[in-house]
């Protein structure tokens, strides 16, 4: 039998309990409401653990004393949701572990609200259940102490965002879901539309065209906590939907861009306890290339990379079939590797890209090199000396199996084994929050499937004013320098924004250099461009990944531990069980019809 909530008031949650509620002004009275989070059966004493959001704390049954709540108290199980009335009191054996380790409950009624099956798995701190089944019952997953520390967490690093903000001047704007594709470089997540036969709206890769439309609306600073929508292929970093803090201002310098990402990153950091000061450090993308082979470089560690292909003469780069440059670094302490891990090495660089790996090991019986008798004693010298390698290192050096017009194609293979040895070597200091600007983008990035340039970012970055000329030499658009950047932290884009193209002339001289029709860019775009002739200010902004955010502070490595609701890497919500089939009456509605794969 079930008892009603009833008249019953929670007192106090659970975890807040400590030694001073037992001989407070309520004589130590307290009623608390929860889920069995364990029972432990002695005979005469009952012990059930009781848990809410806050925590846990110990509540005992004693038959002799309270015969009636003991007897119930037996035919509660785990998960049970119960009310319990009781006296707070010392425990005589405290247990430091808990919270609420200085006290206990010596229960004298127990109401059991609703009972519960018995669940997949237990609710701990440590699970070991799948991930699928996690997310399958993630209700019972929410229960357990650490994803609810996440929620919570995220909750107030939003918070903490929209108060900086607002403080700044910015005004929260919602934008339509319901829209037209956002050239963000994805696909679409399209929705057909009913009353539009034969008609889609796509749901916004960001918001953004309106947010562009805003400043040229005078709002002057605009933010907002929004989703934004990609079909790519997920990784662990990534969400189909995901969460920004986008914001745009009118008349901005690029200082003033970041001085407001830097206040409001400080002052999200300080919610999760971590602390950084302002004035993040800037480097430019073809340093961020050149040094860490990578535009989101993890400035935790050093293993710099250095350019060595002249420690190649021209007969060894033919042997080795090297055609661009090589990039070399220094792992420190690994000249002990043995082939066998050298062999995986070069396993590894062939996974990334490279044409081949070639190693200097600086061991206590002598310098060796896998290359030196292609190159000679004298280049493998200088090759670890390039590379500052010092007694006990292993120079890594690589070249690319492919070179990529427009970047270093060695140099980003070397940036992945940087990271992989950098991890592997312990070089990584955890207590660090290096935050970076990037800035000095290419405006265009070459699109091997495509054969064309296309936009590195999307088509409505800024071009430095001394390149604009170059929109017009098809052979000098790799050259062309962005007013784009990227907030780097500890090896992961936060972010990345822009000074804007505000002027219409402009505008239309980028969609016709990217190869745009007259009749393509006024059915894609023909009502932005109209409004970029109404009096467009100067603008620029940038967005943050809110969940990228979230899993660095909450410490974890997946964005599914932040998100209350998250997809799988299939794109599934294996809870809802979606995406799901719909009724042929549904798809007739739409005018829909399924094509047999
Ligand atoms: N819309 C861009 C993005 O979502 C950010 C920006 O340029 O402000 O990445």
């Not at 079930?2 to 975890?15: M, P, Q, S, V």
């Not at 080795?320 to 590894?348: M, N, W």
């Amino acid at each position: 039998m079930l008892d009603f909530l009833g008249n019953l008031k929670r007192t106090h949650y659970c975890g807040h309990l400590r030694a001073k509620d037992a001989s407070s002004h309520t004589g130590g009275d307290a009623v608390v409401l929860g889920w069995v989070a364990k029972r432990r059966d002695l005979g005469n004493l009952l012990f059930l653990d009781i848990r809410d959001r806050s925590g846990i704390v110990q509540v005992v049954f004693n038959k002799e004393t309270d015969a009636t709540a003991h007897a119930k108290a037996e035919h509660v199980r785990s998960e049970y949701v119960v009310a319990v009335e009781g006296k707070v009191v010392l425990r005589q054996r405290p247990n430091p572990e808990i919270g609420t380790g200085e006290v206990e409950i010596i229960a004298s009624k127990l109401h059991i609200l609703n009972n519960a099956k018995t669940p997949p798995f237990p609710i701990e701190e440590e699970v070991n259940a799948a991930e699928e089944t996690r997310l399958r019952y993630r209700y019972l997953d929410m229960r357990r102490p650490k994803l609810h520390k996440n929620i919570v967490l995220r909750h107030k690093i939003v918070l903490e965002i929209r108060k900086t903000m607002d403080e700044m001047g910015f005004v929260e704007v919602e934008t339509p879901m319901l829209t037209r594709s956002t050239p963000e470089g994805a696909r679409d997540y399209l929705v057909p539309s009913r009353v539009h036969h034969g008609q889609f709206y796509a749901l916004p890769q960001s918001p953004q065209i309106f947010k562009q439309i805003l400043m040229i609306g005078g709002l002057d600073r605009y933010f907002q906590i929004v989703k934004c929508f990609r079909d790519e292929d997920l990784r662990a970093d990534r969400q189909p939907e995901f969460t920004q803090l986008d914001l745009e201002m009118s008349f901005p310098r690029q200082e003033d861009i970041f001085g407001v990402i830097e206040n409001v990153m400080v002052r999200a950091c300080g919610v999760a306890g971590v602390t950084v000061s302002g004035a993040f450090p800037h480097m430019l993308y073809k340093d961020a290339v050149r040094k860490y082979g990578s535009d989101k470089p993890d400035l935790r560690f050093g293993m710099e990379l250095h350019e060595v292909s002249y420690c190649f003469p021209e007969e060894a780069k033919q042997k080795l079939q090297i055609e661009g440059k090589v990039f070399a670094f220094a792992a420190p302490g690994a000249a002990s590797y043995s082939r066998k891990q050298l062999d995986e090495l070069t396993e590894k660089a062939k996974s990334a890209g490279a044409r081949g790996a070639y190693f200097v090991k600086l061991a206590p019986e002598g310098t060796t090199s896998t290359v030196e008798k292609l190159i000679g004693a004298e280049n493998v010298k200088k090759l670890a000396e390039f590379c500052a390698a010092k007694p006990g290192d292993l120079v890594v050096a690589v070249s690319a199996k492919q070179q990529i017009r427009g970047t270093e194609a060695a140099a980003l293979v070397a940036g992945q084994l940087r990271l992989h040895l950098g991890e592997a070597l312990n070089q990584i200091d955890r207590s660090q929050w290096k935050f970076l600007w990037i800035t000095g983008f290419p405006l265009f990035e070459w699109s091997e499937s495509d054969q064309q340039w296309v936009s590195a970012q999307h088509p409505f970055t800024g071009i430095v004013d001394e390149d604009l000329d170059k929109l017009e030499q098809p052979e000098r658009r790799g050259e062309i320098r962005s007013k784009g950047y990227d907030l780097v932290l500890n090896g992961y884009e936060l972010g990345s924004g822009s000074i804007r193209i505000h002027r219409q002339d402009i505008q239309e001289r980028l969609f016709k250099a990217l190869g745009l029709t007259e009749e393509q860019l006024r059915s894609r775009f023909g009502f932005f461009i109209d409004a970029l002739t109404y009096g467009t200010p100067p603008h620029g902004g940038i967005a943050l990944g809110v969940d990228r955010i979230a899993m660095l502070l909450s410490g974890e490595k997946s964005l599914r531990e932040v998100i209350a609701f998250p997809k799988t890497t299939a794109a599934q919500d294996l809870m809802a069980d979606s995406p799901s089939s719909v009724d042929t009456i549904q798809l007739d509605q739409l005018g829909i019809q399924i094509a047999r794969k």
